[in-house]
């Protein structure tokens, strides 16, 4: 019988304890989809193209987004395609108007492993992160709301839906998102533009997960003799922009069609633990070309007061010397660097929520020679 109670007071004893137990591996996001057909290890780095309902290109064909999964991974980048702008004849004809999925076969085929996609590479602090990839057909930087345009001599309707699109998007991955332990919207060129434009539509859809702010040369400075508000209001008019931008911000659209600076800081500022970013080379000539050829200084200017716009607690710049154009989607993502650090390097910062400026003051610009007399 004392045998007897001295068992069940052990047991008892032990019921009532609560062990220490290890804490919990990850849930990956996509790791149990309904809509998604399991992948063997073997596919484990495979790419697969998604095409809900209501993703469509400027021509009205389908189109649909890229999803690479990693088992066990809370985390997710959103990363937004470049490729110029539809807002007049010339510039429309070299924005593409479709992507379809024989497209996005050709796209991964090229870059589906390079830069920021690179999961094999040590050095990428997205190697273990699920990836969603959007294609880039809409000609109004992901951010517009106005189909069946007509854009002035270029012959036939548009359809810039590329906020839909995004929205299309976000809804067939939106329940799994959610529960992201962090998600980076990021975007190349035009794509760097879309960041600014679905900011805040990315993080109130994906909410409560937290979401930072990568924009990879997509710049939007204050200068008006670098970014015009002619230019804006034109991008405005033509694919109904201002339905993007927070309503909370009046500085955002002003009269004269000024005030796509203002989005970034408002975000930054009313997100203080989030990280907000941008890179660009100090005098990138597909950009400038976009803005109508400012010179190289007056572009680099804009640059810096983007930065100085910027609350420096949250925020980090990485604007390297050079006229080349974008980082993620590049093999120059692991080799251009600044003091020693690489962008890659910058970006793990960055990951990490330790966003820094490099170069950490703007270099002199050196004065101009004296004629001689």
Sequence with gaps: ???????????????????????????????????????????????????????QCRDGSRTGFGLRRRSGSPNLLILLQGGGACYDFLSCLTNPNSFSRSDFDAYIAANG??????????????????VIFVPYCTGDVHSGSSPNTAVPGLFGRQD??????????????????????????????????????????VSNELAPAPVDFLNDSGPVPELDNVLSPSL??????????????????????????????????????????????????NSDFVIR????????????????????SLPPSNSGTFFPNGDGHTFLVSPEFYSVGVNGTTVADWTAAFVAGAPTDLPATRPAVAAPLAAAE
């Design 1 to 55: 019988m004392r045998a007897f109670l001295l068992l069940l007071a052990a047991f008892t004893l032990a019921a009532c304890s609560s062990p220490i137990t290890p804490e919990a591996e990850p849930v990956g996001l996509f790791d149990d989809v309904e809509y998604l057909p399991a992948l063997s290890s073997a596919q484990a780095a495979d790419w697969q193209f998604l095409q809900p309902s209501g993703m």
């Design 113 to 130: 492993s390079v830069g920021a996609f690179d999961a094999s590479n040590a050095d990428n602090p997205f190697a273990d992160w699920n």
């Design 160 to 201: 810039f839906v590329g906020y839909g699109n995004m929205e299309a998007m976000l809804g067939r991955i939106q329940g799994q998102a959610k529960r992201a332990r962090q998600v980076v919207l990021a975007g190349t060129s035009a794509g760097g533009f879309g960041v600014v434009g679905t900011y805040g539509l």
């Design 232 to 281: 804006q209001n034109q991008w405005r008019d033509l694919w109904n922009l201002d339905a993007a931008l927070p309503a909370g911000c009046t500085d955002c659209s002003l009269a004269n069609g000024d005030g796509l600076e203002n989005v970034t800081p408002f975000y930054a500022e009313r997100n203080p633990d989030r990280s907000f970013g941008l890179l660009s080379y």
């Design 289 to 308: 070309a976009f803005f109508g050829f400012p010179g190289a200084n007056a572009f680099e200017d804009g640059l810096y007061a983007i930065r100085a």
